[in-house]
T-cell receptor, first 112, second 114 residues
């Protein structure tokens, strides 16, 4: 069935270092891959997304890469800051009405 | 632009009681979603509306959960009777249309069932 696996579940980095979170999806028909940041007590907030017709997208310190053949996509955060500390979720849309399948989440901690 | 509004923010009930959650999506958004997020997990879709029609309710436990969006705007999600395993955050999201458009999430309602 539809499934998204996300790794690692926790990630601790020093301020200024890079952080990478990886996801794999099961359905090759997926064509939309958003990444959400969730802070404590708040709803998920979209930080970047990518569609299946491109391999990479960048927005300032955040980038996402997509490998359709391997069914992998990754989030890259450079020059991390303490305010980047949050739980990050990847998701995949099977585009049958926009339903999102979420990964299990990665708790990122950026130490000053 | 106002975001997705949800109420209440917190609710504590005993098992077998009933509870209802309310959601007001972003103005003009035709698609509305209810997700359940159990602690330590990603959100799981319960039901999706397109205007006032149900698009997907395959993961909704229909013996105890119900949802409606009568006028194609606000929506309510009800649980009756609640079980301990229903303890979770219930998130409402909306998007302009379905099919890959950005989903905007509300702050959620944290439900604790004792």
């Amino acid at each position: 069935g539809e499934n998204v696996e996300q790794h690692p579940s926790t990630l601790s980095v020093q301020e200024g270092d890079s952080a990478v979170i990886k996801c794999t999806y099961s359905d090759s028909a997926s064509n939309y891959f958003p990444w959400y940041k969730q802070e404590l007590g708040k709803g998920p907030q979209l930080i970047i997304d990518i569609r299946s017709n491109v391999g990479e997208k960048k927005d300032q310190r955040i980038a996402v890469t997509l490998n359709k053949t391997a069914k992998h996509f990754s989030l890259h955060i450079t020059e991390t800051q303490p305010e980047d500390s949050a739980v990050y979720f990847c998701a995949a849309s099977y585009n049958q009405g926009g339903k999102l399948i979420f990964g299990q989440g990665t708790e990122l901690s950026v130490k000053p | 632009e106002a975001g997705v509004a949800q109420s209440p923010r917190y609710k504590i009930i005993e098992k077998r009681q009933s509870v209802a959650f309310w959601c007001n999506p972003i103005s003009g958004h035709a698609t509305l979603y209810w997700y359940q997020q159990i602690l330590g997990q990603g959100p799981k879709l319960l039901i999706q509306f397109q205007n006032n029609g149900v698009v997907d309710d395959s993961q909704l436990p229909k013996d105890r959960f119900s949802a409606e969006r009568l006028k194609g705007v606000d929506s309510t999600l009800k649980i009756q009777p609640a079980k301990l395993e229903d303890s979770a955050v219930y998130l409402c999201a909306s998007s302009l249309t379905s099919g890959g458009n950005e989903q905007f999430f509300g702050p959620g309602t944290r439900l604790t069932v004792l």
